[in-house]
Each structure stands twice: as C-alpha cells, then as structure tokens.
C-alpha cells in the first residue's frame, strides 16, 4: 500500500536521524522545494535568531502552497503543523541518530554544510560535544519526542507518517504517491 503525502511536508526527527538526507530525497522525487530549518535560524557565527523573529519568519517559510520544511525546532512546532498537509517523523533508536551525528561530524568537522547558515562550520568542542551528545541520547527520546506526539495527535487534519527504521524509510521512499 502506498503512502500518501501531500505538498506541505514537515520533517522532524532527533538529531542524526537523517532530517536532511531524506528532505533532498524527497524534494527529487517529489519536485518540491525543500526549506532547512537550520539555515534559516542560525546566523554567521552560530547567532540565533531572536524569538518573535523566528516566528514570524517561520510564518513567511509556510505562507506558500509546496514546501518541505525539514529540522525541529519545537517552539515552532504548532505553527508549522497547523499549515503542512503531511508530517513525516523519523522516530528512531537513539543509537541510531547518535552513529547519524557522528558520521554527520566526521564527513563535516570545519565545514558548513549545505543545509546549514553560511559562516556556521561544523564544530566539536568537549563541552558542546557532551552537551549534543547528552541531547541525542537522554533529552530528545525524553522530552522533545513526548512533546511532537503529543503536538501531532493535536493536528489529526494532516497526514501523519512515523518512521522507525532506516528499513521502513526505504520502504516509503520506493512506495511514496502525491496527493493534489
């Protein structure tokens, strides 16, 4: 059986676990302008973007009519949700997302990434190292993945897709369909 998505698309998940990856898998497939989250937020030198700020640029991100918006950021959660059409949350093991952001600063330790704010170089200091690290294994399985579930059992009037392997990715990758 297919699944469905339509062109307002959301995609969360903990760090790690591939947010990104299959936000440019799915734009390919689905000719969809992809939007990352970070690189609207961050500044150069790692600045972030003040609260009412953010906000209202989320706003703007989601006025269009074809979008995937991928990355987290729950403060804006609901504000996203109450516009996207389709929510995808890869809802990995921890174990997973922490190989996913190992190897994500292994291949990029010094460099932007292309889903990331110029100026804003891949980084690995001991104290942000344990820090993130602390976050993908404890804080996101913890809190932030209570809170999407809770958010998304809110918004019943979208498509909702939870994802818990690499396996059942692959399988919605090759039996995805658009809806108008």
Known sequence: MPFKVGKRIIIIGNSGSGKTTVSYQLGELLKLPVIHLDKEYWQEGWVLTPKEEWEQKIRNLISGNEWILEGNFSSTLEIRLSRADTAIFLDYNRFVCLSGVIK?????????????????????????????????????????????????????????????????????????????
Not at 118 to 133: A, I, S, W, Y
Not at 159 to 169: D, G, Y
């Open 104 to 180: 994500r600063w292994l291949t990029n330790l010094g460099k932007t990434r292309p889903d990331m704010a110029e100026g804003c170089p891949e980084k690995m200091d001991v104290v942000f190292f344990f820090t993130f690290l602390k976050w993908v294994l404890w804080g996101f399985p913890t809190k932030s993945r209570k809170k999407i579930l809770k958010c998304l059992s809110n918004y019943k009037n979208n498509e909702q897709i939870i994802i818990k392997s690499r396996a059942e990715l692959n399988h919605f990758l090759a039996t995805i369909t658009h809806t108008n």
